[in-house]
């Protein structure tokens, strides 16, 4: 290798690298988002408009990751500059020890990016309060309602009027109203969105034993219509890149069965599979919900809707209205997961 001697403790030291230093100084990427210890970029392997390159420190080591690519786009500082310089493995190792690096990018989690969650958080709670000292309900429960599913009371929805936006947010808890680390904000009458504070997991505690996990909060309201289940208890990953937080989250709740049912797309199949991986660490049965694959639309939100489309002109045109059934979910044992990556 051009005279460079490589040790196991080069490439031990070389995974210990700041991975977001290494992209905004070595990459020139620019951060455009963050979210507990997950900072989003613009891909450096394909063009794309909207951030779904994500780096984070994850139990003990720097990782990458592209939604939006394959499911090989993802990994560590070598494989990063493997895919960027489409180079083998000894000549990346070769690039990366060819420079030098300042003492920071051996720094952890520091104590700054630490104040900084905290300070996030804090924000969240204050405004969470003042929230509800001027709630309207009705508008709340109209808000879920004119989407076709059920507002419930436990789960603290409050709105928000941005002055500085002129827009009106819809707020859910996140996880939930006692244990807020963050407000996921939709627009009450448009598609805007935002998260305030750090954001994670939406859980709404029902059943113990069982909970439907999806992508959206929506998503999970949707769900306990098309399963014709209100007892399971409901979980939204908010982020298919929030996928990284399940195992703690099953840690917590330890369920019997995890009804598992992402978004019909390319981001939401890569978080589908990590989730069947971390399932099938605990003693949790998987159930695979396809509904929405079935029917060739994106999550069950829009499953919903099209059922509701589709019972609205039946009887539109005079006809007899059949209650929709879904088709049986599959469903896996822990073992299931075998040979996902």
Not at 117 to 132: H, Q
Not at 230 to 256: M, T, W
Request: include cysteine.
């Amino acid at each position: 290798m051009r005279g460079i001697r490589i040790t196991d403790e080069d490439k031990r030291m070389l995974k210990q690298l700041d991975l977001n230093r290494f992209v905004q100084d070595q990459l020139g990427l620019k951060p455009k988002g963050r979210s507990g210890s997950i900072t989003y970029y613009l891909s450096p392997l394909r063009e794309e408009s909207k951030p779904s390159f994500t780096v984070e420190f994850y139990r003990g080591e720097w990782r990458w990751r592209d939604w939006g690519g394959d499911e090989a786009d993802r990994g560590d500082i070598i494989e990063l500059v493997e895919r960027v310089y489409s180079v083998d493995f000894p000549e990346a190792l070769r690039i990366l020890l060819s420079r030098e690096y300042p003492a920071e990018y051996y720094k952890r989690e520091s104590e700054i990016d630490k104040r900084d969650r905290d300070a996030k958080i804090a924000y969240a709670g204050r405004l969470y309060a003042r929230l509800l000292k001027v709630n309207n309900i009705d508008a709340v429960s109209a808000y879920f309602r004119e989407r076709g599913v059920t507002y419930h009371f436990p789960m603290g929805c409050a709105l928000h009027n941005d002055f500085r936006e002129k827009k009106v947010y819809l707020c859910t808890p996140v996880p939930t109203p006692w244990d807020l680390t963050a407000l996921e904000c939709r627009e009450l009458k448009g598609d805007g969105k935002k998260t305030l504070g750090a954001g994670g997991l939406w859980f709404l505690k029902r059943d113990p034993k069982r909970v439907l996990i999806t992508e959206s909060i929506l998503d999970s309201l949707a769900g306990e219509v098309v399963l014709e289940d209100k007892e399971i208890s409901l979980c939204a990953l908010n982020s298919a890149a929030y996928v990284n937080q399940l195992g703690e989250f099953l840690k917590r709740h330890d369920p019997d069965e995890v009804w598992l049912a992402t978004d019909n797309d390319k981001p939401g199949i890569a978080a589908r599979d990590r989730a069947v991986e971390t399932i099938s660490r605990t003693r949790a049965q998987i159930v695979l919900v396809e509904d929405h694959f079935k029917a060739g639309v994106k999550d069950l939100h829009k499953l919903l809707l099209k059922t509701h489309h589709e019972r609205k002109g039946n009887q539109g045109g005079g006809h007899e209205t059949e209650k929709s059934v879904a088709p049986g979910p599959s469903t896996q044992k822990p073992q299931a997961a075998e040979g996902l990556s």
